[in-house]
C-alpha cells in the first residue's frame, strides 16, 4: 500500500499535528506500507535520514498532483487548501484528519472555514475527538490520536514526590492563571500543594507576577519547555491538571499523564473526555471554584486517586500508536483494492 500522508507541519517544527504526523509515517511503515510525508516545514540543520519513509518538503503543485497520482491512499492530517486543491485532481481516496474546529479562534467560520467544510463532502472524514465529528456536517469516523507511548513505558510505578503538575503552552487558553486562582482558593482552606509547570509562552512572566500577587510562589515551580525527559518529570506527580478554558479538541497531554501515573482534572467541554476517559475528574471551563474543589476532591482522597490511576492501561490501549495506526489501516483498505493491501 502507498499512502501519501499530507502534513502542512512536520519534523523538525514541534507540536501536536507534527507529532502525530511521525507516529503515523513510523507506524504505518512498520506495518509495511510505502509512505511518502509532503510538508510545508523546511528541514532542520540537519535532515534525517534512515526514517523508512520519504519526507518531500515545499513540494510545487506539480509534485504534489504527481505524488498523489503515484499513491493508492491519500491521508490530510488536517486541510491544507494548498495541498487539497492539488491532490483531490488525482481521484484517490482521500482522509481528511480533523484535529481542531472548523472555525477561527473567535468562533466564527471565515471563507477559509468554508473552503475547507466543502472539502468535507469530497473526502473521507476522520475526527480525534466525539466532539469534533459532532461539529462536523458529515459523518466521520472517531479515532483518537496516538501519543508516544515508549517515553512513559517505565514511569507509572515511579514513587510520587509532587502533588500537580500542568504541561502546555503559556498561553490564555490553557487556563494556568485559572490554576493559579484555584490554588489560592485551596490555600484559604489550608491546602498548599507543590505544584510544577511546564512549557512556556507569552503568558510565562505574567503567570509568575501573578503567582507572588497571590502569595503562593513558594509552592510552585516554573521547569519551562522540555521536549526530552517530561514523562520523568511529569511522573514524580500524583495529579496532572488540564484546565484549558477553550473547549480543547482532543488533548494528548492528558493520555502522557496517565501514562506516568497520574489522577487527571481537566475541563470539560471539547474532546478531554475522549482523552482523559474513566481515568479523570471534570469540571466545567473557566470555573475556577470547581477546578478548585476537584482539585482538593483527588489529592485529599487517596482512593479515588488509586482508582482513576487504576483505570489507566486498559483506556491507553485504544491510543497505542499500533493501535491507532492499524485503526487507519483497515479504513483504507476498505477503499484500495485488495492486490494492494
Not at 46 to 67: A, D, F, I, N
Not at 181 to 202: E, H, M, N, W, Y
Request: a positive charge; charged letters at 20%.
Amino acid at each position: 500500500m502507498k499512502i501519501l500522508l499530507c502534513s502542512y507541519w512536520f519534523f523538525p517544527s514541534f507540536g501536536g499535528v507534527e507529532t502525530v504526523s511521525k507516529i503515523l509515517a513510523e507506524e504505518f511503515t512498520r506495518a509495511g506500507a510505502t509512505v511518502t510525508v509532503i510538508t510545508e516545514t523546511p528541514a532542520g540543520a540537519e535532515e534525517q535520514t534512515g526514517l523508512g519513509y520519504t519526507v518531500v518538503r515545499r513540494p510545487s503543485r506539480k509534485q504534489l498532483l504527481e505524488l498523489a497520482k503515484q499513491s493508492d491512499v491519500i491521508l490530510q492530517n488536517m486541510i491544507s487548501l494548498r495541498f487539497m486543491a492539488a491532490v483531490i485532481l488525482s481521484g484517490k481516496p482521500i482522509f481528511i484528519l480533523h484535529q481542531s474546529w472548523m472555525r477561527r479562534h473567535s468562533g466564527k467560520r471565515g471563507p477559509e472555514n468554508y473552503a475547507k467544510l466543502f472539502f468535507t463532502y469530497l473526502c473521507r472524514n476522520i475526527s480525534i475527538s466525539h466532539a469534533i465529528a459532532d461539529s462536523l456536517p458529515k459523518k466521520s469516523t472517531i479515532i483518537g490520536n496516538p501519543f508516544e507511548a515508549a517515553e512513559f513505558d517505565t514511569l507509572r510505578t515511579q514513587p510520587k514526590d509532587r502533588d500537580i503538575v500542568f504541561m502546555g503552552r503559556l498561553v490564555s487558553d490553557k487556563g494556568c492563571d485559572l490554576l493559579l486562582t484555584a490554588l489560592a482558593q485551596l490555600k484559604t482552606r489550608g491546602l498548599r500543594p507543590s505544584v510544577t509547570i511546564i512549557g512556556d509562552g507569552p503568558e510565562a512572566a505574567p503567570l509568575k507576577a501573578a503567582a507572588g500577587d497571590l502569595s503562593i510562589a513558594d509552592q510552585i515551580e516554573f521547569a519551562g519547555a522540555m521536549r526530552e525527559g517530561r514523562g520523568e518529570l511529569v511522573a514524580r506527580h500524583k495529579v496532572m491538571v488540564v484546565p484549558s478554558t477553550w473547549a480543547e479538541p482532543f488533548g494528548i497531554v492528558a493520555l502522557e499523564g496517565i501514562a506516568s501515573g497520574c489522577a487527571l482534572v481537566a475541563s470539560a467541554n471539547g474532546g478531554l473526555k475522549d482523552s482523559a476517559g474513566p481515568c479523570g475528574l471534570f469540571f466545567p471551563n473557566g470555573d475556577a471554584a470547581a477546578l478548585a474543589a476537584a482539585l482538593q476532591r483527588v489529592l485529599e482522597e487517596p482512593g479515588l486517586r488509586e482508582e482513576l490511576v487504576s483505570r489507566g492501561p486498559e483506556h491507553l490501549e485504544t491510543f497505542q500508536p499500533a493501535n491507532v495506526a492499524g485503526r487507519f489501516l483497515t479504513l483504507f483498505r476498505s477503499v484500495i483494492p485488495a492486490r494492494v493491501h
